[in-house]
């Protein structure tokens, strides 16, 4: 019964997705493209490793998770107001998570993969991270509220409880509580101090 909830996951990630896309339209939300690249790159090879591992269902949260950013990543282009300028602190986290990928590729093991797929996907949250936190007016907080039900959704269709089945997954909870705070950090710290 439990797997269903992967489903419905995913149907709300793709609703996510159409939220955060429309506000780029609108102008509010200015993706940094470094992050959603890598965002992107990290969780397909994530989901393709722990499928090469034998996990089954419980790997369509982190599929989704890669699909999601792709998206975002994509719409980018299309609209001049979502854009984000980068920095070289960005490039170098950029050229970081990419070479967590190379790494994963030179050692072939589906675990030392996902090991290094959280690595790169990390690395590439820093500059999102530091943005939503100096600006959380150019960041959507449903991508990253979503995001923690999603990867939630994998321990209901976990069979094996391995690492290549529950390490993504537990990553993406944390770094998206994380990035939903970044978000939301002014409001919060304006409520406290009242």
């Keep these: 019964m439990l797997v269903y909830l992967v489903f419905i996951a995913a149907f709300a990630t793709l609703a996510a997705t159409y939220l955060y896309i429309s506000s780029m339209f609108k102008g509010a939300a200015k993706p940094n493209r470094v992050s959603w690249l890598m965002w992107s790159i990290a969780p397909f090879i994530a989901a393709a490793a722990a499928i090469s591992n034998g996990v089954g269902w419980a790997v369509l949260p982190v599929f ?23 920095a070289s602190f960005d490039y170098v986290c950029g050229a970081l998570s990419g070479l967590a990928l190379i790494l994963w590729y030179l050692t072939k093991d589906p675990n030392v993969a996902i090991a290094f797929a959280i690595a790169s996907d990390g690395l590439a949250a820093i500059p999102t991270l530091i943005k939503a936190w100096n600006h959380p007016e150019t960041e959507f907080p449903w991508p990253f509220i979503v995001g923690v039900f999603n990867a939630s959704t994998s321990f209901g269709a976990a069979t094996m409880w391995a690492f290549s089945e529950i390490a993504f997954p537990t990553y993406l909870i944390a770094i998206n509580v994380v990035l939903s705070f970044s978000v939301y950090n002014k409001k919060i710290v304006s409520i406290l101090s009242k």
């Design 64 to 86: 989704m998770s890669g699909l999601s950013p792709f998206l975002i990543f994509t719409a980018s282009f299309v609209t001049k107001k979502a854009y984000w300028k980068l």
